[in-house]
């Protein structure tokens, strides 16, 4: 239907924009109508970053901008399409964009998985661009973390929603259009809801960490699941990410696992077994936001309940239960540890407050990347020294576990303590090894692994060197 | 849309073999004596016609605020109705419409509600049974009264007027003489009255806004007198339509003219009534005066006209709603207002920027770039359903923005050159190190323009910016 008539409109916006142009620059020189315009984007512009709503164009351009800019350390990319066909768009930066160094942690930003929460699409745009500038200046805070960090920004996980709240005429929006996706599925209720899994499985026994097998093939048959919940499952399962925060709006707190509650009642804290880290991980984010981190706030709405809400932070559960949400998705399916920072009591702000909510956010954005060097890390290996990939690291105390990436790299997230580590694989013999974790930097713990062949090797050769011995002593 | 043809030469099929006893009453307050008309499969048209003339000068006082409410999802259910009604009848072997008596809920914004269809024509049931039941199927007026035949003329022609297709009515009439429900002589006559009805919505329309641009409609108004005693009552009531409210996408068209009449600003003494979008424009126009800019400006007028009956049909064909059509417009004032700010700056301080050492080549990037933006814009228009921004938003719009983006992205690679030379001084020269990185650009945009990342004219501006340092 859009066709004729669309493509005309788009002729006809051509020939109006030529027209334009002939009235606007009979005899002016090309360049210098930009002039005015660069102006007007000066006024609303630092630094190259642009404190106003992107659309999908925009957003498109505004992460062009930075890749041209700082080529050497980004990449663009997409995870997959929306529903409606628009590129999920990723930016990495790293000083090795497009390549997972061994032993190098991969973060993740997403923003504005409710098509209407636009601060966080918004600040995520703005953060590329600052890690980008700050990055050229010798930032060394920025330079470190590009240099020892993989960071991936997808400022929008729902474009298409977003398009259709922003139509909306006028500052006020509704607070719910456009927050699900074109097909009208509400993404964070899509995922898999692996929670009522693991709470069956602390009853009855069984694992609570990597609990989607055969996952690719389930998701792709899935037809309940949108195709931007496919893509980031995709995404999930591809690269080993460690830490990653999922930006909302509509209230202000930073959200920790877990997000269901385990009676199924309406709120109840429900904590996980990392809930010492991710209190921790939470408050790193918050206690760098001004309004979040301020206990006299008042509530965004006067009927709202707080009272789940301590420095800025919350249980899940406790505020209020959430089944299927990508949040414990990621915590229970891979070894990505994923909290949900809400932004700003607005979903859907006005433009000129754009540029405070950076203001605010923007310490906190980085003081939640830099969370991801912290606890211990390190690599597993074979006695020959090859990576041994999937191997598990448990800790003591801590029901849940971690895997190594494909290079036998493991990062393992905890707060400050002293913990027992042990890293076990099939066909191998465990190892335990006692740790002192502090606040930070990440401690490094390498484990070489024998497997059972080796050690019945070990214990042949001993038992042949012992009858030697013994040959020799009683002269056989 | 198949639903909507087959709907619309059933109304005709519904016209002539409707049956023969009367409506019940139906339990509205209303004087519903005037509606109570006998719709005969075996009368002729012609005689319908003439009852319904003798009756004629009650109309006026019919066209109430009710019957103003009536909307295109009534039509729509009325066509959807009409289908399945056709479907049932059809086996029936007797063909007669229903008990059409119930009230219609005025205020009832869903009116995708079509339960009950079965029970409506259901011929056992008495009228008085479905006195309270909803109006599924629209095949009555609000207050409740039922359709009559020139209700179901006026429709067509509305409906012919609202998809300018007059092979909408060619359809029908084919149908209706192919089933041998009409002779050609009645097919005639209902092409004169429907084009009749036509005219008279077109001129009425055009009264509205004083000067129309001409829509294709299915007949010139050659025919005269037989039904433009019916004419006046029909066109108020079409002005009764435009003033009710719509939500559906087949109605936006009428939506859009809604907000358009409500922000009708008065250019009485030019007779563009559209262009109250465009109050810089008109301004604009109206500083170009000089004899030899009469050309231009009549082009410029020709353009801008053009222009809102294209958002007019991007309205009425669903691709945008009518907000977005109208604030697109606005955008597009604003855009002149800028170019013409811009243009009046630039006479006055005859600023030019120095972005990049060779002015030369940069004025022909930008050269380039101006019909590329054109081009660009056109790629945007073509990914995005919605192409307007929202009010609040940077005014201008988007045709602001394609300068804008190859200026950013002038910007950003000025800035990558230079961190880069400042970085790199491992002995390597400047040169070497710009082919390196002109290959690497070159291979990272095409790769990104086969992800759907770059648009190919990007891509190609940006190998461009490279090739030129």
Redesign the interface.
Known sequence: MAGPGGRALLALCGTLAACGWLLGAQAQEPGTSAAGMRRRRRLLQEDGISFEYHRYPELREALVSVWLQCTAISRIYTVGRSFEGRELLVIELSDNPGVHEPGEPEFKYIGNMHGNEAVGRELLIFLAQYLCNEYQKGNETIVNLIHNTRIHIMPSLNPDGFEKAASQPGDLKDWFVGRSNAQGIDLNRNFPDLDRIVYVNEKEGGPNNHLLKNLKKIVDQNTKLAPETKAVIHWIMDIPFVLSANLHGGDLVANYPYDETRSGSAHEYSSCPDDAIFRSLARAYSSFNPAMSDPNRPPCRKSDDDSSFVDGTTNGGAWYSVPGGMQDFNYLSSNCFEITVELSCEKFPPEETLKSYWEDNKNALISYLEQIHRGVKGFIRDLRGNPIANATISVEGIDHDVTSAKDGDYWRLLAPGNYKLTASAPGYLAITKKVAVPYSPAVGVDFELESFSERKEEEKEELMEWWKMMSETLNF | MGLLWTGIWIVGLVLYNSPVQAFPKPGGSQDKSIHNRELSAERPLNEQIAEAEKIKNVYPAENNSGENNYSFADNLNLLKAITEKHKIEKEKQSIRSSPYDNKLNVEDADSTKNQRLIDDYDSTKSGLDHKFQDDPDGLHQLDGTPLTAEDIVQKIATRIYEENDRGVFDKIVSKLLNLGLITENQAHTLEDEVAEVVQKLISKKANNYEEEPSKPKSRTESKAGKMSEKATPLATMQDGFTNGENDETVSSALTLTNVLERRTKTYSEDNFEELQYFPNFYA?LKSIDSEKEAKEKE??IT?MK??ID??K??VK???V?P??GV?YLEN?DE??A??????L??NA?????K?LPAPSE??HE??DS?KE???K??E???????S???????P?G????????T???L???R??IE??KKHDKKGSEEDYDLSK?RD??TQ?TDA?VE????DKE?ADA?KRIYSSL
Request: glycine share 6%; no cysteine.
């Open positions: 604009l082009t410029l353009i053009t222009l294209f958002v049909m991007m064909y669903g691709t709603s907000e977005e604030s597009v855009m002149i800028l170019q013409t700010r811009n243009k700056e630039k301080t005859d600023n030019k920027s972005l940069k004025s930008e050269t101006t933006e054109a081009a814009m056109k945007e228009y073509g990914n995005l359903k919605d307007t921004k929202d009010d609040n938003s940077n201008g988007k045709m602001k923005e394609p300068k804008g983006k200026e950013a992205y910007e950003a690679i800035k990558n961190w880069l990185m690497f650009i990272q990104y992800k759907g990342i770059l990007e940006i």
